[in-house]
Nanobody, 123 residues
Framework: QVQLVESGGGLVQAGGSLRLSCAASGRTFSTYVMGWFRQAPGKEREFVAALRWSDSIPYYANSVRGRFTICRDSAKNTVYLQMRSLKPEDTAVYFC????????????????WGQGTQVTVSS
């Protein structure tokens, strides 16, 4: 089992920045990919970004490419989502996810999920 705990959400004005963190614990040695998803009110959950753990290769949704950066601190078993130039449409609950399966890369089914952190971007 892998446990994931997100932090760093909050309220920010449009054009601002936030950094989300996701700390992983448990059987983290088997992690193949970690990712971020988000779900806005009344909408389905959508993929945001993923990071392949073995070589730190990132992958982004078109809607965030160039504005968001996913990276990691291996020593802390933590993955980050640096968000810049935020827009009101980025408002959502952001979820961290992890998987040990290669088929999860980059936007497939993930096995482990955090509880989410709210990001609100005001116009």
């Amino acid at each position: 089992q892998v446990q994931l705990v997100e932090s760093g959400g909050g309220l920010v004005q449009a054009g601002g920045s936030l950094r989300l963190s996701c700390a992983a614990s448990g059987r983290t040695f088997s992690t193949y990919v970690m990712g971020w998803f988000r779900q806005a009110p009344g909408k389905e959950r959508e993929f945001v970004a993923a990071l392949r753990w073995s070589d730190s290769i990132p992958y982004y949704a078109n809607s965030v490419r160039g504005r968001f950066t996913i990276c990691r601190d291996s020593a802390k078993n933590t993955v980050y989502l640096q968000m810049r130039s935020l827009k009101p449409e980025d408002t959502a609950v952001y979820f961290c996810a992890a998987s040990s399966r290669t088929s999860s890369w980059p936007r497939g089914q993930y096995d482990y999920w955090g509880q989410g952190t709210q990001v609100t971007v005001s116009s």
